[in-house]
């Protein structure tokens, strides 16, 4: 055991505050994150710019392989009456997001950290998620835990190392060392993530309205909205689909109260995001909402085993449209733009969990500290994961679709190329689009 008599007391304060209804240590009349009409600088008390809190949820359906049993099927894809976590996202407040925010929080292991015995209760927890945190790709559950936490919990202010500290010392017992207070952020991600799941039973609410898996009856997208609506105190929940018009996913959006330790969460709807609503290809009518462990004949064979997905990909050019839609430039290999010449070849690399990559000959795309594209890592872990539109072959990053540039270079000149995040204030003169277009 490691010191046994902090983790105690940690364990105790902690999870007073996971259950405490008021926060003994942030005001209790802070308005909802987003919602502020003054500045709120306290940002282990009021989460920003993330303060929109995306739960989502898988509904997986398909196992690796005919012939699974029950318990089988229950290993890979979740309960039969349970939807699955895929995460729990801190979104900015205008609907795009920060993504891998601070290296020195990030993890690559859960199962240690959840067995050390540095904090109690931590067993619990990863059978909890061990039942309902499942990948889409078999084999690879806690590959999405340390992928969620890194992409999206190391954005969470409310969960840095300083507030947990802070915390301890109004109390007159504190820990400084840093491997405690990182772990307590982690499991408190963790933790809020699956709290706030089991609150949204998405099964459950659907079953009450004769929503139930089935391979033969198809439903409306209205009247699942409206079922999750219902139960989401009137407020608009997102549902996906694949695109063979199987439901996949719901997300559930929320403001938040105080820190994230209080778990103060108040639902909003989805529309509250204006512009960057995302698209749902769920089609008006014939969703497809299949048991646990169906295998429709005609889908693909199963799901991809561990790091299937990740080889090959796309290979394309990257062209730059102006305003009017129309085809001004493209990238070269270093991510800087020309008007004339070759582009250079990219790959466009399916990431795990979701989004791409790109890669030229030089090495991944990534963003420098000022917005401006750049391809030359060699190491995968510099990607940055890329949005792509596959209809319109449109390029994103973090929910932002917008490009920008202060000059269009003429000739033989290169010219540098930003991602835009003030979105509907991009502050470059030239506005751009980024698309991909396969060879
Ligand atoms: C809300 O609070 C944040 C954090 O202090 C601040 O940056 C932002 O400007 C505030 N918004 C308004 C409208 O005052
Ligand atoms: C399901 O299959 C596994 C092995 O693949 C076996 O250990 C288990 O006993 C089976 N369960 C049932 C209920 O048949
Ligand atoms: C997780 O949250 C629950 C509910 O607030 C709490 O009872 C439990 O102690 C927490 N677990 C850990 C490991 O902090």
């Not at 929320?254 to 108040?266: A, D, I, V």
Request: net charge negative; proline share 5%.
């Amino acid at each position: 055991m490691f010191i046994p008599a902090q983790s105690v007391w940690l364990n105790s304060l902690f999870s007073v505050f996971s259950t405490a209804n008021d926060n003994a240590y942030c005001p209790i009349d802070l308005p909802n994150t987003c919602t502020n009409t003054t500045a709120i600088p306290d940002s282990c008390c009021f989460e920003y710019p993330g303060g929109i809190f995306l739960q989502s949820q898988f509904w997986n359906y398909r196992p690796s392989k005919a012939g699974l049993n029950e318990s089988e099927i229950v290993r890979e894809l979740g309960p039969l009456d349970s939807f699955t976590i895929h995460g729990l996202w801190p979104d900015n407040c205008d609907g795009s997001f920060d993504q891998f925010c601070r290296r020195d929080l990030f993890i690559d292991d859960v199962y240690y950290r959840f067995h050390n015995g540095h904090y109690a209760g931590t067993e619990d927890l990863y059978d909890d998620m061990d039942l309902l945190w499942k990948s889409n790709v078999v084999g690879g559950d806690e590959s999405l835990w340390i992928h969620e936490y890194n992409k999206h919990g190391s954005c969470i202010k409310n969960l840095y190392s300083e507030c947990y500290e802070r915390w301890g010392q109004q109390d007159e017992l504190s820990t400084t060392d840093p491997t405690l207070l990182k772990e307590r952020g982690v499991i408190d991600y963790f933790n809020a993530s699956v709290n706030l799941f089991k609150k949204l039973d998405t099964y459950k609410t659907l079953e009450g309205k004769g929503i139930v898996p089935s391979t033969e009856v198809t439903y409306s997208k209205s009247e699942i909205e409206a079922a999750l609506t219902e139960s989401f105190e009137g407020k608009d929940v997102f549902i996906n689909c694949n695109q063979n018009n199987e439901l996949t996913e719901i997300w559930y959006y929320h403001r938040l109260q105080g820190s994230l330790l209080n778990e103060h969460f108040k639902p909003m709807s989805v529309y509250d995001l204006g512009k960057k609503v995302p698209f749902s290809r769920c089609k008006a009518t014939g969703i497809k909402y299949f048991p646990k462990g169906h295998a429709p004949r005609n889908g693909r064979p199963g799901r991809p085993g561990n790091g299937g997905n990740r080889r090959g990909g796309k290979r394309g050019v990257l062209r730059i449209f102006d305003n009017n839609d129309k085809a001004i430039g493209f990238v070269i290999k270093n991510g800087h733009w020309m008007t004339k010449g070759t582009p250079a070849n990219y790959q466009l690399i399916k990431a795990p969990f979701g989004n791409y990559n790109l890669k030229s000959r030089l090495g991944y795309c990534a963003f420098d500290v000022n917005d401006e594209f750049a391809c030359h890592s060699k190491n995968p872990q510099d990607a940055a994961q890329f949005d792509y539109n596959e209809e319109t072959g449109r390029i994103g990053y973090s929910n932002v679709f917008d490009w920008g540039a202060n000059e269009v270079p003429q000739s033989t000149k290169q010219g540098k190329l930003y991602i835009a995040k003030g979105g509907a204030d991009n502050q470059y003169k030239y506005k751009l689009d980024l698309k991909f277009v396969s060879m």
